[in-house]
Structure formats: C-alpha cells, structure tokens
C-alpha cells in the first residue's frame, strides 16, 4: 500500500513538474523585431510572423497576428520609430494570422474582397477591412509603396503576396515556406493553385522571401518549395494511374531528399496522404 502511495506521489509530482514547466513556457510569448531591408522590418509572434514598413508618414502594418501580439507591436513600434500604424494589410482571413486588428485604433484595414464574409462570421475578435479589392492594389504613404497580388485561389481564396519594391521583400503567409514541408496534410489547398502562384512570384523583383511561418529565404528557396510540390504530385499521381494503394504510396513516396527540411518527420507522410486525397478530387 505504501509502496503504491509513493508510486502515485511521485507521479503527481512528475504532472506538477511538467505542469509548471508547460505554464512557464506558455506565459513567454516570443517577440521580436528584426530589420529585413530599407525600412521593411520582421514582427515575430512565436511561430507566426508578420512584416512592416516604416516611412515618414506612418507605418504600414500586415497581419496583426493576435490581439496581445497587436498591442506589443504597436507599442514597440510608436517607442522605437515615433510613428503611428496607418494601414494594416491582411494576408489571408484565418485567425491565426489577422485576429487582433482594433490594437492599431488609427489604422485603415485592407484585405482581399473574399475574405469579407469569412470574416464577418468568424468567432474571433478580427475586424473586418475598409478597403478591399480583387486583383491588384498598390498602397503608397510617404512616398515608400506596397503592391498586393491576388493569383487566385491557393491555400485559401483570399490569400495575397505583399511585394515592398524599394526594400525588395516579399511577404507571403501560409502557401509558401523556406527550408519546411508544407503544413500537415495540406486540407482546403488547391495545389495547382499554389503551384502557379509560385511560379508567377518566382518572376518578381525580391531578393529577400519572408513567410508567415519560419525562416526567411529567397526566390530559389521558393522555386525549391514549388518543385517539392511538383514531385510530390507526380511521385503520388503515377502511383494512383497504377492502382496502388494509399498505404503502398504512403510507404513508397519518402521524398528523402527533402529530409533535411523542417517538419519532414511529422508532415511527409500527411503530405503524401494530401496530395492523394487533392488528386483523387479533380
Ligand atoms: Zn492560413
């Protein structure tokens, strides 16, 4: 009996130990500002990011990411360039990455047209945007400017690409990654759609690529995503045109020479599994 006590009060303190240290890390938000080029700096909010620009004007904010992140950003930003945010421009209307848009109370919202009505009935605190538009939108305040493509749909339908052409970065959420497999097993994507937004960005001006999640790259580290793809759908589709099975494409697509990108050992199987069930679809 007492032996079983001991048993169960050593556990409870192994639950209070891993408890703390769940609560520890919880409580630490990782936040930071770096410069990427010219007067375009990276927001970091854990593993979401996000981009701005400084000009004489005010400042041109993207996703605010969530509304404690929002606030941090807007204080840092007033303390360390003296300026208000004046626009925030949303990537894509997901949650994760716009929620929080009331912190910046000056600030004009723009975002595309389709992600309006996602918006509107969303249960998370997101405000909806002032201006919308559907293909193209160029953005200028204090002489610096800021182009928004839309190039159809892709990991959503509303998805956008922010090109900051004096600075020459890109900023581009969800669709693209550097050096990473795509998420999970890429549910809701239209993957042509990625493909080809890729392609058209691969012909942009940008020497700098900063995602919404991980590290920062170039245009070749898109071009590599895009190929990753491109093989994937092919390595999968062969399989399907030969009857096998989803089990036997599973085992048989490894995509080892992607093994030492970020998430291979969580996400290649379930970007196998995507990639079938996306094809089985068209
Ligand atoms: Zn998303």
């Excluded at 929620?99 to 004009?108: C, D, V």
């Excluded at 990654?177 to 392609?199: C, E, W």
């Excluded at 920062?216 to 589709?237: I, P």
Aim: proline share 4%.
């Amino acid at each position: 009996m007492l032996k079983r006590y001991k048993k169960l009060a050593a556990g409870y303190r192994y639950l209070l130990l891993f408890g703390w240290i769940y609560s520890a890390t919880a409580a630490e938000t990782e936040r930071s500002i770096t410069h990427l080029a010219g007067d375009v700096y990276r927001f970091q909010n854990d593993a979401h990011y996000s981009v701005f620009m400084v000009t004489p004007e005010g400042v041109i904010a993207t996703d605010p990411i969530s509304p404690e992140a929002a606030q941090w950003l807007n204080r840092e930003i007033q303390s360390r360039f003296g300026q208000p945010v004046k626009y925030v421009l949303y990537s894509h209307d997901h949650w994760d990455h716009v929620s929080g848009g009331a912190a910046f109370n000056e600030a004009t919202i723009v975002a595309h047209a389709n992600a309006v009505p996602h918006i509107e009935t969303s249960d998370y605190p997101i405000e909806l945007p002032d201006i919308t538009f559907t293909n193209e939108f160029t953005l200028t305040l204090g002489g610096k400017s800021v182009h928004l493509y839309y190039l159809g749909h892709s990991h959503s339908d509303n998805l956008i690409y922010m090109v900051f052409p004096d600075a020459g970065v890109l900023f581009g959420v969800d669709a693209i990654s550097v050096n990473r497999l795509p998420f999970q097993d890429m549910v809701g994507t239209d993957i042509d759609g990625v493909i080809g937004s890729i392609s058209a960005l691969e012909q942009m001006d940008v020497a700098i690529v900063a995602p919404g999640h991980g590290e920062v790259g170039s245009l070749a580290d898109l071009a590599a995503h895009r190929e990753y793809l491109e093989k994937l759908k092919e390595q999968v589709g062969t399989r399907m045109r030969e009857g096998k099975s989803l089990e036997r494409i599973k085992a048989e697509v490894t995509m080892s020479e992607y093994s030492h990108w970020g998430s291979y050992g969580g996400w290649q199987q379930p970007n196998v599994e995507g990639m079938y069930n996306y094809l089985i679809a068209q």
